[in-house]
């Protein structure tokens, strides 16, 4: 059942009582929101109060953007949906709230975040807001540590990895973060001038052996509750708070590759923002207050703290350079780049994003704290 702006009042209506939030006599109104790639997204509202509104997310048997012609399992929003009931568990005022969800419809019902914009605009127009960072930090060290296998005995370990064995959506993302980018490959395309730099990637044995490490690691290892997607696009902001959405990529993996997109995107950001010496200060202030953050919640045995920690840390900073290289010359790029009008200073800006990109993949191990990172800038 696909439903659209004319099928989706009755559609909630028929489920007043599940959903519980529209009295049953509501004349509902609807309409489309968001420009995401996978999903349809709506908004719908009581019409005598406006106000009293919920968003629809419906995932289709297809990619979006696409069409029928490029399936993809609707059972996505299983794991989105999974993921929401564990978020609301250990952190729930860094996500929306989930009313109902129908596993045969592939429909998620969920607080509308009216108000709210993606964290990504704010970064784009210069806006940094240190308390993001530290709620994101405050996010993921809870849901990372409360679900972290040495955290947990075997019966809960092995529930968390069938629950959230994505393993469609997981390979999605290997192919289009750790492989396709460094080949011959249709979705690849990238800014002219870029073509020696990519060359050189593409041949640089040293480089794409890190790469097809940092994918075996994102495959192979299980250690915690993994958002998957987990970007500033992925965030959404309102005054002093922060809610983390769009978990359908969520599954039981290394939880540095949550820490490791944040961190990408905020270096993207940076990397936009050349000229700019106060945001980059206010950039470089938001990574490493991710990270301190993010350690004082990470709760686990006194002993094994530092040593997974370090593990953590070092495999984020893999990730993170992986990500960087990937919003250049991949398939998905991001505004804080695109938006740059200037031709030759974008190609500037990206020429110097692959060198500290693949400077991360390659001296991730010799990087022992957050400080370091920064100061590689």
Known sequence: MELNRETIPQYLQERHLEIGFFDS???????????????????????????????????????????????????????????????????????PTQHYFDSDAAVI?????????????????GIVDITVPEQIGCFMG???????????????????????????MQSITADYVFTFPFMEHETNFYSDGLELDVKRLKTDDVFLQHA??????????????????????????????????????????????DIGLFWANYLLSYFSHTGNTDVQSEIKTAIIQTWETYTEEFEIDPILKTRTLNTIFHEAVGFAGMEM?????????????????????????????????????????????V???VESL
């Open 371 to 373: 400080y370091k990172l």
């Open 212 to 257: 097809r490490n940092l994918k075996s690691i994102f495959l192979t290892e299980q250690h915690g509750l993994t958002h998957g997607d987990l970007h500033t696009g992925s965030i959404m902001v309102k005054d002093d708070a922060a809610k983390v959405i769009d978990s359908e990529f969520a599954f039981y993996g290394p939880v540095g590759f």
């Open 142 to 168: 809870k849901v990372h540590s409360q679900t972290y296998t040495e955290n947990l005995d075997s019966t809960t370990a092995d529930k968390y990895r069938e629950d959230f064995g994505n393993t469609v």
């Open 325 to 369: 290289l990937r919003r250049i010359i991949g398939a998905a790029h991001v505004k804080d780049i695109e938006s740059i009008q200037d031709k030759e200073k974008k190609l500037s800006i990206e020429t110097n994003i692959l060198k500290f990109g693949l400077f991360l993949v390659k001296e991730r191990k010799n990087i022992t704290t």
């Open 25 to 95: 006599d509501a004349e509902l109104i609807s309409e489309e929101i968001g420009d995401g790639n996978l999903n349809f997204v709506y908004r719908v509202y009581d019409a005598a109060r406006p106000t009293c509104s919920v968003v629809v997310k419906q995932a289709p048997p297809y990619i979006k953007i696409l069409g029928p012609d490029y399936p993809l399992p609707p059972d996505r929003l299983t794991y989105e949906s999974r993921s929401l009931k564990i978020y609301n568990q250990f952190a729930s005022q860094a996500v």
């Open 109 to 125: 019902v969920m607080e509308d975040l009216r108000g709210y914009r993606l964290l990504r605009d704010n970064l784009v127009a």
